[in-house]
C-alpha cells in the first residue's frame, strides 16, 4: 500500500514537472508552442499552410495564472491534443524584448507591442481568423480575446468554438458554453 501511494505521487509529481518546464525567459514552455521570427503576418501564413488556426499566447515571468493554466489546463489531454492539432500557437512575454511585427507592419518589442494593444491580464489568448487585412493590428483582427485563467471546460469549449468558426454564427460563446456544459 506504502508503494502505492508513493508511486501515485511520483506520478502526479513528475506529470506537474513535464507540463510546466521553464525557459530561459522565466515563461512556460510546451512543445505545441512555436518558435518562430513573431512576425504575425508569416505566423498567419504557416498556420493557414498547415490548415491551424493562428493563437497568440501573451504571458510573464511569475505569473500564477500562466502556471494554473499550463499546470492544470493546458496539461489535459483533450485540451493538449485540439492545442497540438488544430493550433498554431505563438507565444509573447508580456515584458519581453523580442521585436514582434504586427499584422499592419509595425515592429516593436514584446513589451512595447503589449502597451500598444492595451493588454493588462496574463494569460492573454488572441485567435485570429485566416485572414487579416494588413492595416488591422492583432486586437482589431482578433475574433476572440481571452483573458485571464479559465478552467478547462470553458478552455476547451473555446477553443473548440473558435475552430469551429463559431464567432460567424448565431450562438454566442456563452450560449455555446452553457449549452455543452449541460450535457
Not at 8 to 35: N, T, Y
Request: charged fraction near 30%.
Amino acid at each position: 500500500m506504502y508503494r502505492a501511494v508513493l508511486l501515485f505521487f511520483a506520478c502526479i509529481f513528475g506529470l506537474q514537472v513535464q507540463a510546466s518546464q521553464m525557459g530561459d525567459d522565466g515563461l512556460h514552455k510546451a512543445p505545441w508552442m512555436r518558435e518562430t521570427f513573431k512576425d504575425l503576418r508569416e505566423d498567419l501564413e504557416d498556420a493557414n499552410l498547415e490548415g491551424k488556426r493562428l493563437l497568440l499566447l501573451i504571458e510573464q515571468r511569475g505569473c500564477v495564472y500562466c502556471r494554473k493554466m499550463h499546470e492544470q489546463v493546458f496539461a489535459d489531454p483533450e485540451v493538449k491534443a485540439l492545442l497540438e492539432d488544430k493550433y498554431f500557437v505563438v507565444q509573447l512575454n508580456m515584458f519581453g524584448d523580442v521585436e514582434v511585427t504586427d499584422f499592419d507592419g509595425t515592429a516593436l518589442p514584446e513589451k512595447e507591442m503589449a502597451k500598444r494593444w492595451r493588454l493588462l491580464f496574463t494569460p492573454t489568448m488572441l485567435f485570429f481568423p485566416e485572414f487579416v487585412s494588413d492595416t488591422r493590428s492583432a486586437p482589431q483582427a482578433a475574433v476572440v480575446t481571452m483573458p485571464g485563467a479559465f478552467s478547462k471546460f470553458t478552455t476547451l469549449d473555446l477553443l473548440t468554438w473558435v475552430f469551429e468558426k463559431g464567432y460567424e454564427g448565431d450562438e454566442n460563446f456563452q450560449k455555446y458554453h452553457a449549452r455543452r456544459f449541460k450535457k
